[in-house]
C-alpha cells in the first residue's frame, strides 16, 4: 500500500485550520448564546469539521486517500483498530495495575465528568465517545500528522501529539491519557497506512474511559 497520507501540503493545512479556527469560533459564539445545548452544538460542530477537512482534502489533494481513507481499506482498519484497542487495553491494565499498586491515585488519570441525565449521558457518550474522536484524528493524524511527516516519524509524532496535548490541557496540567493516546494514534497511523485505525482506538478508548468513569 502506497501511504499518500505522508504528503499533505501546506495549502492543505493552513485551509484546514482556518476551516477548524472558523468552525470553533462559531461553538464558543453558539455556546455562549444557547449554554444549555453545549454538548449538541460541539457534536454538530464535529462533524461540520469532520466535513471540512475531508471537504479540503478531496479539493488540494488526490481525495481521502491522502489521509488514509481508501475505500478498500476501511474495513481492514476497522479490524486492524479492534486488534490495536486490545493489545493496548491489555497494556493500559497491567500499567494501572502497576500504578495502584504505587500508591497512585488512577481515579484521577482517567476519571471524566459525565452529565447525571440519561440523555444527556446518552449524547456524551455519542459525541464525546463516536463524533468528536473522528473529527480530531481527521485533523490530528490525518492533517497534521501528514504535513509534518515529511520531517520523519519522530518530528511528526512529537509536535501532532505535542499540539493535540495543548488542545487537551486544562489548568496548566499535563492530560497524561491523551499523551499515551497521541503517541499510540500516530504510531498505528504509521505502521498501518489507514485513518480508520487510530479512529477506532480514539473511539474505543473515550468510551472505556467514559464506562470506567460511570462505575468509580
Not at 32 to 44: A, C, E, R, Y
Not at 78 to 95: M, Y
Not at 122 to 143: D, K, N, S
Amino acid at each position: 500500500m502506497t501511504k499518500n497520507y505522508k504528503k499533505i501540503n501546506t495549502k492543505t493545512l493552513v485551509v484546514s485550520i482556518v476551516a477548524v479556527f472558523c468552525v470553533e469560533a462559531v461553538l464558543i459564539i453558539g455556546a455562549s448564546t444557547i449554554p444549555d445545548n453545549h454538548m449538541l452544538l460541539l457534536g454538530l460542530a464535529r462533524l461540520i469539521q469532520s466535513g471540512a477537512l475531508i471537504a479540503v482534502v478531496g479539493t488540494f489533494e488526490r481525495g481521502p486517500a491522502a489521509i488514509g481513507l481508501e475505500k478498500h481499506t476501511l474495513c481492514r482498519g476497522l479490524k486492524k483498530g479492534f486488534f490495536w484497542s486490545a493489545g493496548f487495553g491489555i497494556v493500559a491494565l497491567v500499567a494501572f495495575g502497576l500504578l495502584f499498586m504505587a500508591g497512585v491515585d488512577i481515579r484521577a488519570l482517567v476519571h471524566t465528568r459525565l452529565p447525571a441525565g440519561p440523555k444527556d449521558l446518552l449524547l456524551f457518550f455519542l459525541v464525546g465517545g463516536i463524533v468528536a474522536p473522528m473529527a480530531e484524528e481527521i485533523f490530528f493524524r490525518g492533517i497534521l500528522y501528514g504535513f509534518f511527516r515529511r520531517w520523519g516519524i519522530l518530528i511528526a509524532m512529537v509536535l501532532s501529539t505535542g499540539i493535540f496535548l495543548l488542545a487537551h490541557s486544562a489548568k496548566g496540567a499535563v492530560p497524561v491519557t491523551q499523551l499515551a493516546g497521541g503517541i499510540l494514534f500516530a504510531a498505528a497511523y504509521e505502521v498501518e497506512g489507514s485513518l480508520m485505525v487510530p479512529i477506532v482506538i480514539h473511539i474505543l478508548g473515550n468510551m472505556g474511559i467514559f464506562a470506567v468513569s460511570l462505575v468509580i
